[in-house]
């Protein structure tokens, strides 16, 4: 399994936008479904966007056309970019590509 780092995070204004990186330790090519992940406390982590390795996506309807999920396999690097920043999206986000990555805060404010 490769191991996930995750940066990109920090705090934000509403309507601001970031780029969550997640950098693999080895190759992605072969991993067939990655994906980003959110989680706040209290609450169980959701799946925010998926792609896998021929490149579809899904999204879930709260991010649908305000994130972009992209995946480069020559850099070994999966990312989210992140429009449209609302208050409701602060959560720490977790990327995932057969194990988990320790997690990067986000954080809107209104």
């Known amino acids: 399994q490769v191991q996930l780092v995750e940066s990109g995070g920090g705090l934000v204004q509403a309507g601001g936008s970031l780029r969550l990186s997640c950098a693999a330790s080895g190759s992605i090519f072969s991993i067939k479904f990655m994906g980003w992940y959110r989680q706040v406390p209290g609450k169980q982590r959701e799946l925010v966007a998926s792609?896998?390795?021929?490149?579809?996506?899904i999204y879930d309807g709260s991010v649908k056309g305000r994130f972009t999920i992209s995946r480069d396999n020559a850099k070994n690097t999966l990312y989210l970019e992140m429009n449209s920043l609302k208050p409701e999206d602060t959560a720490v986000y977790y990327c995932?590509?057969?194990?988990w990555g320790q997690g990067t805060q986000v954080t809107v404010s209104s």
């Open positions: 792609i896998t390795s021929d490149g579809s996506t």
């Open positions: 995932y590509g057969n194990s």
